[in-house]
């Protein structure tokens, strides 16, 4: 028998944390989360996702009270204003291969989310699509890079068993720098040099300025992604709070922004690697000793992933995105970096998916979007 419970407390939070460490403990490529990380992110005093957010966090549990299974239910006000669509989301998905446990955990966030009104959900998102998000249906075979998700191979088929349908795939790129064309680092120098003549420069970013910065950054993303399918607007004080835990990793010779007379249109921004020290914290705690392993990182990664790369629309087809691909793997190779992933991109995003194709990366993984109608 499956029994559900919602987390109230900190006892039931910490069972809805623990879960996924047991749950993947003999699956080499699996990255465990850092606790501290997952606490934040859940807290709704702490993520500002919950100012114009809300979820619910349910549990199934067996008789014994061993768990079997997790799964969240979320609102995001943000997307209905920007869509005009009254849908909710699910996400943190885990559940062990049961149909009795996992309808009985659909089944809770279908009523939360009926219960507020909303018409249908999307997902996994968690919470948003900012943020990690999507099944792993294709690629199991190598572990997640930094942001990306890892689950079981079975879990397609039993969302799909309850009546989930694909909504839309997002697709995870891999390069490696002795497969990039000549020609194309050669034809990027001659775009910039027409770009430049035109008053449109490219630039690292500047972490001494980063309030003024980061407003900046926030444009180009919210209004070169706006049309885009699931995409939702940051708030300022989402963004801020992300561009701080990026800080934190991320060179300031690996984020570009480009500027038509001092006018921010683009912008591209490539993290390392960090899941392959994490990989090795296999309990997600970085106390009493774990936390050495993530001293001196940056020597010890060796990949790095394109995250963002928006341009304005006025400005696609420039070839701007030749020259910001350009520019990282040039600053990247100097940095000791020759291998990387460009996630994720949307499956109907022709021209991105094609520029990548073009300088010969290979489609590694594909991630899957459901979509629920109540």
């Not at 801020?240 to 500027?259: N, Q, R, S």
């Not at 309990?283 to 993530?294: Q, V």
Request: a positive charge; hydrophobic letters at 35%; proline letters at 4%.
């Amino acid at each position: 028998m499956v029994n559900i419970e919602v987390v109230r407390d900190k006892k039931t939070l910490k069972k809805f944390i623990d879960f996924p460490y047991k749950h993947y403990e003999n699956d080499e490529n699996y990255v465990p989360d850092l606790r501290i990380m997952v606490k934040e992110v859940l807290d709704k005093k702490k993520n500002p996702f919950f100012k114009h957010g809300d979820a619910e966090y349910f549990i199934a549990v067996d008789e014994n009270g061993k768990t079997l299974g997790r799964i969240a239910a979320i609102t995001n006000q943000m997307y209905v204003d920007h869509w005009n669509e009254n849908w909710g989301f699910f996400g943190f998905f885990e559940a062990i291969e049961d149909k009795e446990v996992v309808k009985a955990l659909f089944d809770s966030a279908v009523k939360w989310l009926k219960d507020k009104g909303v018409e249908g959900m999307y997902g996994p998102t968690n919470p948003s699509t900012n943020d990690p998000c999507g099944t792993l249906i294709d690629g199991f075979d190598t572990p997640p890079f930094v942001m990306m998700t890892h689950n079981k191979k079975y879990y397609d088929k039993i969302m799909r068993d309850y009546g989930l349908e694909k909504r839309m795939d997002l697709y995870a790129w891999y390069l490696r720098h002795q497969k990039i064309p000549e020609r194309m680092l050669n034809l990027s120098k001659k775009i910039e040099e027409r770009l430049k003549s035109q008053g449109i420069t490219i630039r690292n970013v500047d972490y001494g300025n980063l309030e003024e910065e980061a407003a900046k950054l926030r444009y180009i993303y919210n209004e070169a992604w706006k049309d885009n399918w699931g995409f939702v607007p940051l708030t300022d004080e989402e963004f801020k709070a992300l561009v701080k835990e990026l800080k934190m990793i991320t060179p300031k010779e690996l984020v570009f922004i480009v500027e038509d007379n001092g006018k921010p249109v683009a912008f591209s921004g490539t993290i390392p690697n960090i899941n392959e020290i994490l990989i090795k914290i296999r309990n997600g705690k970085l106390l009493p000793f774990n936390f050495l392993k993530l001293i001196n990182f940056k020597k010890k990664v060796k990949t790095v992933r394109i995250l963002t790369l928006g341009i304005l629309e006025k400005y696609r087809k420039t070839g701007i995105d030749a020259v910001m691909y350009a520019r990282t793997f040039e600053s990247g190779t100097k940095m000791g970096y020759y291998e990387g992933e460009a996630s994720w991109i949307l499956e109907n995003n022709t021209m991105m998916n094609r520029a990548l194709k073009n300088i010969n990366a290979e489609l590694y993984k594909t991630y899957r979007i459901y979509r629920y109608k109540f």
